[in-house]
């Protein structure tokens, strides 16, 4: 594999693609925030890792696929992908896909993390990092409208409690996120979720 890069995503916008970055956002973590319509296929993303902190994506629709070391992962419309701190992963040398998706990045060093506090943010960083699945099926509408809300906040008017709200759906997003791990554990064996990856891979390579 090539040697990964370590990847900052930088401020960006055009009809199909949109990247806010940590000084536009003016969120305390919250490194950057993204979103593309992709209408055609586009290059795919090398071997590259995020340091020091969280990438979680969330796919409203179409189909992708993220590698790391160890796992692939094939996506459909309401999963959740997660990369943690300084994980390299990609997607393989297959260019994307048509897809619409948000993607995000926090900083797991940032003092005053989401406005949370110390022993909140302590708390819910260490249940992101419980995770034991990069992918989680969210499957449900109101993960997307959060995004789709989140968006629209950052990108419209700026008033003073503009990015307080914002936060406040963030964190919702996440606490959210990781109910659904919760839920994925208590239900997914180990068997049925191979399963599911060799049917994916099926499709995937039909």
Same mark, same amino acid.
């Given at each position: 594999?090539?040697?990964? #890069?370590?990847?900052?995503?930088?401020?960006?916008?055009?009809?199909?693609?949109?990247?806010?970055?940590?000084?536009?956002?003016?969120?305390?973590? !919250?490194?950057?925030?993204?979103?593309?319509?992709?209408?055609?296929?586009?290059?795919?993303l090398?071997?590259?890792?995020?340091?020091?902190?969280?990438?979680?994506?969330?796919?409203?629709?179409?189909?992708?696929?993220?590698?790391?070391?160890?796992?692939?992962?094939?996506?459909?419309?309401?999963?959740?992908? #997660?990369?943690?701190?300084?994980?390299?992963?990609?997607?393989?040398?297959?260019?994307?896909?048509?897809?619409?998706m948000?993607?995000?990045?926090?900083? #797991?060093?940032?003092?005053?993390?989401?406005?949370?506090?110390?022993?909140?943010?302590?708390?819910? !960083?260490?249940?992101?990092?419980? #995770?034991?699945?990069?992918?989680?099926?969210?499957?449900?509408g109101?993960?997307?409208?959060?995004?789709?809300?989140?968006?629209?906040?950052?990108t419209?008017?700026q008033?003073?409690?503009t990015r307080?709200?914002?936060?406040?759906? !963030?964190?919702?997003?996440?606490?959210?996120?990781?109910?659904?791990?919760?839920?994925?554990?208590?239900?997914?064996?180990?068997?049925?979720?191979?399963?599911?990856?060799?049917?994916?891979?099926?499709?995937?390579?039909?």
């Open positions: 594999m090539t040697q990964p #890069i370590n990847w900052r995503d930088p401020a960006y916008h055009d009809g199909f693609r949109t990247i806010l970055t940590e000084d536009q956002l003016q969120i305390p973590g !919250l490194r950057m925030f993204g979103r593309h319509s992709v209408t055609k296929a586009i290059p795919a090398y071997p590259h890792y995020h340091e020091n902190a969280f990438e979680i994506t969330y796919l409203c629709k179409g189909t992708m696929a993220f590698f790391t070391d160890r796992q692939t992962d094939h996506l459909s419309g309401g999963d959740v992908y #997660i990369s943690f701190p300084n994980e390299p992963h990609h997607t393989g040398a297959v260019p994307i896909s048509l897809n619409e948000y993607w995000f990045q926090l900083d #797991i060093t940032c003092e005053d993390f989401l406005f949370l506090g110390k022993v909140w943010t302590e708390q819910l !960083l260490k249940s992101l990092q419980a #995770i034991s699945s990069h992918k989680l099926n969210t499957n449900t109101e993960m997307q409208r959060l995004m789709k809300e989140f968006f629209k906040l950052v419209g008017p008033y003073p409690e307080f709200y914002a936060t406040s759906i !963030l964190v919702y997003f996440l606490t959210y996120l990781v109910e659904y791990s919760k839920k994925q554990e208590r239900f997914i064996s180990a068997d049925i979720q191979g399963a599911v990856e060799h049917i994916h891979c099926l499709l995937y390579t039909s």
